[in-house]
């Protein structure tokens, strides 16, 4: 198997990953469910090459994207439902259908017209995907209703910020902070008699209550949950990296460091950042 820009070669590859018997044992044990936080996860890559301008990193990692849409449209395929040629079909009629001002299919010459012409597609289009749904026998919508707006497509912190703030304009939130912290203890006393319990799928539902729970403080304080957890773990990296560096230049290494003389160096590292903050 030789490499090629060729689409169909790396559709392929897919394929013989994907045989059983003479495949590779890893890709044969997935399914779209364990995929998932890896297609997540690259676009993600490709967001951070794009942000540091590498654009050999950001040809790199938007080639590990696309094999992800190769993946899922190979597990697809193998339960009958739909091939790689049937995402490429249904992008591109949608990049024409919703363009038509430009494919010559309109006379909208203008940005109101064009957007009078984009609204009555993007109806035609949900009008469309309600039926298909319905034939398939789909009934819960989270594009319907009020939070409809909101859209599920999005890290997880940011979604319950803005269902959170959306609720709130028709008066469902907290009128202040204070009964949020009572909240937030009730929901770690929850998570405390789930963990007590053993149930795995209880624990991560008392756990997705607390942290929405912190989000809704966090909105509360004008502090986007976001920006402030990437603080913290910028926050992170910073200290552990002085813990790792500090060992290095005492002829030690993080493996066989005790978990009291990284804790040691942990607090080292915030005194130092105290002092630069004060200074």
Request: net charge negative.
């Amino acid at each position: 198997m030789e490499p090629s820009k060729d689409i169909s070669r790396l559709i392929e590859i897919m394929a013989a990953l994907r045989t059983p018997g003479t495949g590779c044992p890893w890709d044969l044990e997935q399914n779209f469910s364990t995929i998932k936080p890896y297609t997540i996860e690259e676009a993600y890559e490709v967001a951070d090459a794009i942000e540091r301008n590498d654009m050999d990193d950001l040809c790199e990692e938007l080639g590990d994207l696309l094999l992800q849409v190769v993946f899922h449209a190979r597990m697809a395929e193998e339960a009958g439902e739909f091939a790689f040629g049937d995402v490429v079909e249904a992008i591109t009629k949608k990049m024409i259908r919703r363009h038509p001002h430009v494919f010559a299919r309109s006379n909208a010459d203008t940005p109101d017209a064009v957007k009078l012409q984009w609204d009555e597609i993007k109806g035609a289009e949900k009008r469309e995907r309600a039926e298909r749904r319905a034939r398939r026998g789909i009934t819960e919508d989270f594009k319907q209703g009020y939070l409809g707006a909101v859209h599920r497509a999005q890290p997880a912190l940011t979604e319950a910020l803005k269902l959170q703030q959306r609720a709130a304009k028709v008066g469902f939130d907290w009128s202040e902070a204070e009964p949020i912290l009572d909240k937030i203890e009730e929901e770690i006393g929850e998570l405390r008699d789930a963990l007590r319990g053993g149930r795995q799928d209880k624990v991560a539902d008392e756990l997705g209550d607390l942290i929405f729970a912190l989000v809704n403080i966090g909105r509360h304080v004008k502090a986007d949950p976001e920006d402030a957890l990437r603080g913290t773990n910028t926050k992170f990296r910073r200290r552990f990296n002085y813990i790792e560096t500090s060992l290095q230049q005492s002829n030690e290494n993080l493996e066989a460091a005790t978990l009291e003389r990284m804790e040691e160096l942990w607090q080292a590292a915030k005194a130092i950042e105290r002092q630069v903050a004060t200074s």
